[in-house]
C-alpha cells in the first residue's frame, strides 16, 4: 500500500470519527482540518458509504450518521491514551470541584474500552507524571455550579446569582452567561448583567446561590473572547518604556492589567494599558519591574508609584 493510500485511509478514518462526535460536519471544515480540497472529501464520504456507514446529508449541507446508528468502540492510540493521562492529571490540579466528579466518571468510562495493554500503560505511567500548583485552590461550597451555568449557556436562560462583591457586600443579579473561564487560579463567569444593563465578570467561587430560570435570553451573544474586552470599572491609559529584557518576564501578566498593545522603539519597548486599577493594583505590580520601566503617562501615576516606593522605605527603616 503506498503513501497515497494510507494517507487516504487515515483521512477517512478522521472524518469517521468527526461524524461520530459531532451532530453536524460541513465538507469545507472538513477540508481546512485535513488541508485538502472539498471535492477530496466528497469522495471520502462517499468511500464512507459505499463501505456501508449511514451518513446523512449532501454536498454543502453537511453530513450527520444516521440517527440511532451504533459503531463499535473506539481504539485510541498509544499516544493519544497517554495524553489522556496528563489531561487527568491536570484536570485534578486546575479543575473546579464541580467539575471534577464529573471528569472522573467520564474517564472511568473512557478506561471501561481500552484494551488490557492499554490499561497496562496507564497503570506503569499514572504515578510518574505530576503537577504541582503552588496556588490555593479557591472552589464554592456549591455543588455543580460550573455544570450549571453552562447548562444555562447551552439552553440560553437566565440565571439568578447571590453573589459576594469584593468589598463583602451580597446582592442578587439576573445574568444572562456568555461563558466562563480561569485566570490567575480562579475560574469566572463572563455575562449580561440585566441590572446594570452591560456585560460583568463574576468570579465563580464568591457566588452563595444560583438558580437556573426557564427566562430566555434577551439577545444573541458571540463567542466569550468577543466579550472579554468589556470591563467592571472606568479605565484609565498607561503607556511605558519597558527594558526589552524584563518584557518576557510579565507577558503572562500583563493582560490582567488591560494590556492593549506595545511597539519596539531604539529606547525599549513601549507598552500601553487600560487598567481599571490604576489606584492600587497597577502601581503595585509596576513596582516589581519599576527598576525597569519608565512612566509615559499618566502622571498620576508617578505620583502614586513615589508614594508607594516612600511608604515601603518608611517600613524598611
Known amino acids: 500500500m503506498n503513501d497515497h493510500y494510507l494517507k487516504k485511509l487515515d483521512r477517512v478514518t478522521a472524518?469517521?470519527?468527526q461524524l461520530q462526535s459531532k451532530p453536524t460536519v460541513r465538507a469545507q471544515d472538513l477540508a481546512a482540518k485535513f488541508d485538502v480540497s472539498i471535492r477530496t472529501i466528497y469522495r471520502d464520504v462517499k468511500t464512507l458509504e459505499n463501505a456501508g456507514i449511514p451518513i446523512v446529508g449532501e454536498a454543502g449541507n453537511g453530513y450527520s450518521l444516521m440517527d440511532g446508528y451504533k459503531l463499535p468502540p473506539i481504539m485510541f492510540t498509544k499516544?493519544?491514551?497517554l495524553s489522556f493521562i496528563t489531561a487527568e492529571k491536570l484536570m485534578q490540579k486546575f479543575s473546579h470541584q464541580s467539575?471534577?466528579?464529573h471528569y472522573q466518571i467520564a474517564m472511568e468510562k473512557v478506561r471501561s474500552?481500552?484494551?488490557?495493554?492499554d490499561k497496562?500503560?496507564?497503570q506503569n505511567i499514572e504515578k510518574q507524571i505530576d503537577v504541582y500548583n503552588h496556588h490555593t485552590q479557591s472552589d464554592s461550597s456549591i455543588k455543580n455550579v460550573i455544570p450549571t451555568i453552562l447548562e444555562s449557556i447551552a439552553d440560553k436562560t437566565q440565571l439568578i446569582i447571590e453573589y459576594?462583591?469584593?468589598d463583602s457586600r451580597v446582592t442578587n443579579r439576573t445574568i444572562e452567561a456568555v461563558g466562563i473561564f480561569f485566570e490567575f487560579n480562579y475560574w469566572y463567569i463572563m455575562a449580561f448583567c440585566t441590572m446594570r444593563k452591560d456585560f460583568r465578570q463574576f468570579r465563580v467561587d464568591r457566588i452563595q446561590q444560583i438558580f437556573k430560570t426557564q427566562n430566555p435570553f434577551s439577545q444573541e451573544?458571540?463567542?466569550i473572547n468577543d466579550y472579554r474586552r468589556y470591563s467592571n470599572g472606568e479605565k484609565t491609559r498607561v503607556r511605558l518604556l519597558v527594558d526589552k529584557k524584563i518584557v518576557g518576564h510579565i507577558v503572562n501578566s500583563k493582560r490582567y492589567y488591560g494590556f492593549i498593545e506595545e511597539k519596539e522603539t531604539e529606547e525599549g519597548i513601549e507598552m500601553t494599558f487600560d487598567t481599571e486599577w490604576i489606584k492600587e493594583g497597577f502601581p503595585r505590580w509596576l513596582i516589581t519591574f519599576?527598576?525597569?520601566a519608565t512612566i509615559l503617562e499618566p502622571e498620576s501615576l508617578k505620583v502614586k508609584l513615589k508614594n508607594l516606593v516612600e511608604n515601603i522605605s518608611k517600613k524598611i527603616d
Open 15 to 17: 472524518i469517521l470519527t
Open 120 to 122: 497496562n500503560l496507564i
Open 164 to 166: 459576594k462583591t469584593v
Open 99 to 101: 467539575l471534577g466528579a
Open 290 to 292: 519599576a527598576d525597569y
Open 113 to 117: 474500552v481500552l484494551r488490557n495493554s
Open 221 to 223: 451573544y458571540g463567542q
Open 79 to 81: 499516544e493519544e491514551v
